[in-house]
Structures are given as structure tokens and as C-alpha cells.
């Protein structure tokens, strides 16, 4: 049974980006795969925190996206790359060249899918939100152990979530998203999961059998999985 790390609200992002600070110490040219949303901008505020005090540095890491909607133009403020810009990349030395994102711009997305996913072929790190639906990354319901590196088309409740979150009245129908199997192919995974709302779709992601009905179930099959849950997501494991 997955035992999560739960941590009080208050300590919760300051712990994350230690435990990350402490991997890239341990290991300088870390590969890590990054998600947005909500969930991880306190630990990305903690980071650069760290990064400051010269606590962690990014200097020798490589950093790989985790996802991206389709049909939004370079800049747009709910871009994944824009975010994570934002929130991250723009603020700490990290050379340019050791950041993947995701050429949601190409002539020809099957040539960007490729790319991401031979990028994506030797992480040491994933670092997963959870979404309402127990999506990870775009992997939405319907997806499976071994979905690689793809197009896909987005699940209705994950585009509301996505609307609500950034206040927008249309957000895209399709992105691209890393493979379940690349991330189950990761060295280390870890889900990150805070806020009541997030209770019940956690349990079944870890307490239920695995299913495509929520591809975040099929990360317990991972021999190095790390959930790390705040008091509020934990309460109805029991
Ligand atoms: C974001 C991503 C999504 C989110 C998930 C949770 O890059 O891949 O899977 O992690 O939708 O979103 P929040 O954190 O906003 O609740």
C-alpha cells in the first residue's frame, strides 16, 4: 500500500522544495520533469526562495515540461510554458538550453511529440499534480499504464478546472502531454496533492484498484513513488 508523506498545510511547500533542493544537491545535472497549475506554485515560490540563499541551484539541471495546451500563442498567460517561466525558470539561472518545453508551435506536432518524448526518455524525476478527474499530466481518463507521449483531447471536467482556474471563458480542447509510460519510467515520481477538494479523487487514486478510469492509480505500480499530501487532501485515507 502507498503510504503518503502528509504534512500540515503550512509546512507543506516549504518541505516539497526542500526535498527537491536536497535531490539536486545530491545529484547537480538532476532531469526533472515539472507540472503547472495551482498545486506546485507554492513549492516554485519556496524554490526560487531557496535559489536566492543560495540553497539550490538549477545551474547544471535539466528541466522538461510536463504538459501543454494546443492552440494558445507564444506568451498567452495560461500557457504551460508561460507559467512555468513565470513561476520558476525566469527567476532562477537555468540555461536556456537545458529547459524542454514542448513545441506546441511546430508545423508538424508529431515531430514536437517525438522530440518531447525522446526527452523525456530518461528522467530522474517526475513531479505530478493530481487532477479532479485523476488525470496526470493530460493524461486523462481513458489512458492506460503504458500511453506514451501524445496528442490528446481534453476531458470536459479537466477544461472547467482549467476555465475556473484561470478565470477564462474557453480554454483549449487538446494538448500534449508526456506518457504515462515515460513517467513510470522515471527514476522517482512524486504526486503532489493539497486542498479538501482533492480528498475523495486521491483516495481512489490510492486506495482503490488501478484503472484507466483514473490513470493517477496506475503511479502505485512504481517502485519509487513519492505522495506528498497536505492534512486537508489526506483525510479520507484512512
Ligand atoms: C499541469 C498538469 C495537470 C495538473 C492537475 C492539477 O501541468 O499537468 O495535470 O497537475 O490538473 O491541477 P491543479 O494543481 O491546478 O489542481
Redesign the pocket.
Known sequence: MTTPRILPAAAWADTVAADLAERLRANPALRVCL??????VPVYEALVGLARRDEVSFARATVVL??EWLGLPPGDPAR?DTRLRAQLLDRLPVPPAAVHLIDVDAADLDVAVARHAAVAADLDLVV????MNG????NEPGSFADSPTRIIRLAAS?RE?AMA?YGAASVPTGGITLGMDRILAAREVWLLVTGARKAAILRRALRDPEGPDCPASYLRRHPNLGVIVDLEAAALLS
Do not use: I, K, Y
Open positions: 507540472p503547472t497549475g495551482a498545486t506546485p510536463l504538459d504551460c505530478l499534480g493530481l487532477g488525470h496526470v499530466g493530460f479537466s478546472a482556474r
